[in-house]
């Protein structure tokens, strides 16, 4: 092999090494996107069947609460058993700043009271991209019509329904993910 022979094939590699590399980091950052992505919706998806899970079995609270204690549209607090200890807590879903996040509170005290008692509070969901023209909460009576965004009874709420919007790249496409669910409320006394 003669050195210029010597050099075409150092070239050679180094143009395919070169080509290579872009190629498996081209690689690496898409596929780091999808894995972000996946991890992000799979969160987001558990947290709203757990929400769905505990709005169907809200119940009065355990200092005779109604089951619903305040619902907006970005907004929901209700009363559930939530860890399954036989104590009701009262359960927050706020979404503050593109993310959803739950707060806990147990009762403690005779006659019980959740006033003053620590919050527990986790993220939910993050990326969530719902405005107000999306609301994440929507609310039907009993009879399935839509009750009020503005002046919504917290009485008459016979189910809520969830819709969750998330994009984790906003820069990119169109890429929001929508997740959406329903949960009717199994507890309630209704009177007439």
Do not use: W
């Amino acid at each position: 092999m003669t050195l210029m022979e010597m050099l075409v094939v150092i070239a050679v590699v180094s143009l395919v090494g070169v080509a290579l590399s872009g190629a498996i980091q081209f690689f690496y950052r898409s596929n780091a996107f999808l894995l972000e992505q996946t991890a992000a919706l799979d969160s987001a998806r558990r947290g709203v069947r757990e929400a769905v899970v505990a709005i169907r079995e809200a119940s009065y609270g355990d200092d005779g609460s109604y089951p619903i204690a305040y619902a907006a549209t970005s907004t929901l607090t209700f009363y559930s058993d939530f860890d399954k200890d036989d104590s009701v807590e009262k359960e927050t879903y706020s979404l503050i700043s593109g993310t959803l996040y739950r707060a806990v509170i147990n009762s403690a005290g005779s006659p019980a009271s959740y006033a003053g008692q620590p919050v527990s509070t986790t993220t939910i969901a993050t990326y969530v991209t719902n405005s107000t023209s999306t609301p994440l909460f929507t609310y039907y009576d009993q009879n399935g019509a839509q009750l009020s965004e503005t002046a919504t009874d917290e009485s008459s709420i016979a189910s809520v329904r969830i819709m969750l919007m998330v994009d984790l790249n906003p820069a990119r496409a169109p890429n929001v993910f929508t997740l959406t669910e329903t949960a009717t409320l199994r507890n309630l006394r209704i009177t007439e």
